[in-house]
């Protein structure tokens, strides 16, 4: 058979029906009845024949149609079909370009939301938060396959680089999870590149620890603490309410009412809330319910707290914290640290280094590490044990907590020798020396009098404070004393009183007045204005002339006392006239008058204003200037009244 030449295949014209042209070995180019010219490979596979496409003539040449011939030759000699070869070799572009490593990254975030809880600053937030700035803008876009080791140690060194330490470690696992995950899912990937990362990875600094107090810088803290900004309180208590409970920011900032039983003193946090009880449920795969909650005894100085700031509580609040402008959010995250720092305690304290001050302080102290770490929810090292610490020692927990916010008192009141004295440890059933025994002093006050004993606790602990004398302190700021009445009051009681007078039934308007005295109201004006009537009269309102002196004797009464004080104005007047008097048997003037005693009676109005009119400077220093104001008035009204 004699090969084909170039001049042969591109002289090949269209015919009735489809031909071949064959060449050497299997190849031909085969011609379509609408001149499409296209290369075919027949081959024997298991006994049959195949044919294979290899190209159109003449995007594909004659001599790269033998190429392809020869390649596909050389896969039968090795017993490999290569109709099936191509098959696979395009199903894995089409692989390549599905499985990206960002389309791989999405799928695995997606199964982890499914055990990893939202959260600002949640493992699945950090997650989206470093991928997006580490790692997918230089790995996204490529193939999942085509990933090797020397691109991801890339992209850790140059976390390292800005000595982000911690980062490139969550990385590196992450990343060791993410091709583990693909190479469950992913066709035809067999190698984990992210393997072994760890054996090439920068060694971190010493850790720095979250930073704490010891137990003799309490005292200055506690007194700052106190004096704290008095408009935010709430921020003052849950500081004061982390270092009397030892539980975690977080779990103070998602406090919510329902979680306080005051009646017993405890504070029982949910295990979802708790950090350690939720590496624990995913870790095992137990659901909330098979977890008990995290227990945690109040002293009386915590419950005083709780029991404050859940009297302060709003509707719209649901948390015992709450943001400051929207009373639906709890406090920020940075709220209780700020206000360390504004303390003057930046890189002294944090709210997570008070965890590590009140242990320490506490094993110091003497307590056992078993009750000090059920009560900061730390995890039990012993693996072989499933019970749950921080459910258990709950009373003896309580003693210990009562006795810490009593210690704490102590401090702030700068007994530090007294709040740093050790425990006595006592072992039932050993018995004490009688001089020891005497040496064993009381509880420290009357805290853990209050506080139920330790049962089926082989320990028994006592501080030694004998001879101490405490006092409990209020955490909680006293309650607002009443703001002393001003002045301005009793200017407005005396203007009530005016305008309650001249507005009575018994202050009759002129033109009524005149009617019911049979004048008119020109005669009226005339004798108001000659002095021969009393009348009264506010602001803008008008005159009013009491009704009594419609009776003679009365108006006689009080013309005789208009006459006798010129001076005096009509309210001086017509208070001297109504208001009882000692010297008339505690009866006002005018109900008292009779012909016989007109006289003696404006002598006992006289005189005896002259009397209760005592010098100023006898009034007491808290005499409301209105109140002078009327004494003076009514010394000058007496003085002007010429008694005959």
């Given amino acids: 058979m004699m090969a084909l030449s170039d001049l042969t295949v591109r002289q090949a014209r269209a015919a009735r029906k489809t031909y071949n042209l ?8 085969v011609v379509t009845p609408t001149g499409g010219k296209s290369w075919h490979l027949r081959y024997y596979w298991l006994g049959k024949q195949k044919r294979i496409s290899l190209g159109n003539y003449p995007e594909v040449s004659l001599r790269e149609a033998r190429t392809l011939r020869d390649d596909a030759r050389a896969l039968l000699a090795k017993g490999i079909n290569p109709h099936i070869d191509r098959k696979q070799k395009r199903h894995a572009v089409k692989l390549a370009s599905d499985y ?6 999405d799928t695995w975030v997606e199964r982890r939301r499914k055990e990893l809880k939202e959260g600002r600053n949640s493992t699945l937030s950090q997650i989206l938060r470093i991928f997006d700035k580490d790692v997918l803008p230089t790995l996204g876009k490529t193939s ?16 390292e680089e800005r000595r982000a330490f911690t980062t490139a470690e969550k990385v590196r696992t992450w990343l060791g999870q993410l091709f583990r995950y693909a190479l469950v899912i992913v066709e035809g990937l067999e190698v984990n590149p992210a393997s072994d990362l760890d054996v090439v990875a920068a060694p971190k600094p010493p850790v720095a620890h979250n930073p704490f107090l010891h137990l003799h ?11 704290y900004d008095a408009r935010d309180v709430q921020t003052q208590l849950g500081i004061r309410l982390l270092i009397l409970t030892g539980v975690r920011t977080g779990e103070l900032r998602l406090a919510t009412p329902d979680q306080f039983d005051l009646d017993r003193g405890l504070w029982i946090i949910p295990p979802q809330i708790v950090k350690q009880l939720q590496d624990e449920m995913r870790k095992a795969g137990k659901r909330p319910q098979d977890v008990p909650p995290y227990i945690v005894p ?10 404050y700031l859940l009297e302060e509580m709003r509707p719209a609040q649901r948390h015992l914290l709450t943001h400051r402008s929207e009373l639906k959010k709890r406090i920020s995250e940075n709220t209780l640290n700020g206000a360390l720092k504004r303390m003057g305690y930046a890189d002294q304290l944090t709210g997570h280094g008070i965890r590590d001050t009140i242990s320490t302080a506490l094993n110091e102290i003497g307590y056992p590490k078993i009750w000090v770490d059920a009560q900061l929810s730390h995890s039990d090292p012993n693996k072989v044990s499933s019970a749950y610490n921080h459910a258990k020692y709950v009373e003896p927990r309580r003693r210990m907590m009562q006795d810490w916010a009593d210690r704490l008192d102590l401090l702030e009141q700068g007994q530090v020798e007294a709040a740093s004295a050790h425990l006595t440890i006592r072992i039932d059933g050993v018995p004490v020396m009688a001089d020891e025994e005497a040496a064993v ?7 853990a009098a209050a506080v139920p004993p330790v049962v089926a606790t082989p320990i028994v602990v006592t501080p030694n404070t004998s001879g101490v004398t405490f006092q409990r302190l209020s955490p909680v700021p006293p309650p607002p004393m009443p703001a002393p009445e001003p002045e301005v009051l009793a200017i407005q009681r005396e203007r009530e009183e005016m305008l309650a007078i001249y507005e009575s039934p018994s202050s009759l308007p002129v033109p009524l007045f005149a009617k019911l005295a049979g004048k008119s ?13 009393l009348s009264i009269s506010l602001g803008n309102r008008g005159q009013r002339v009491p009704d009594w002196q419609l009776r003679p004797l009365k108006h006689k009464l009080a013309q005789v006392l208009i006459k006798q004080c010129p001076e005096a104005d009509s309210w001086a007047l017509y208070r001297m ?3 009882p008097h000692p010297d008339l048997g505690d009866r006002a003037a005018i109900d008292v008058v009779t012909p016989t005693n007109l006289g003696a009676i404006v002598r006992a109005i006289a005189h005896g204003h002259q009397r209760e009119d005592a010098p100023e400077a006898e009034l007491p220093k808290s005499t409301p200037e209105p109140v002078r104001q009327s004494v003076r008035r009514l010394v000058y009204s007496a003085a002007m009244c010429e008694v005959v």
């Fill in 217 to 227: 810088e309490l005292p200055a803290f506690l007194q700052k603490l106190r004096r």
């Fill in 100 to 105: 990206t490593f960002k389309a791989v990254f």
């Fill in 441 to 447: 002093p009381t509880v420290m006050g009357t805290a």
């Fill in 298 to 307: 109040l002293s009386i100085q915590a419950i005083e707290i709780v029991r």
């Fill in 22 to 29: 064959p060449d050497t070995d299997g190849l031909g180019l």
């Fill in 144 to 159: 999942i396959y085509d990933i090797r080791r020397p691109q991801l140690l890339g992209v850790l060194a140059r976390i």
């Fill in 521 to 533: 109201k020109d005669q009226i004006n005339r004798e108001l204005k000659a002095g021969k009537l």
């Fill in 577 to 579: 006239l109504t208001q």
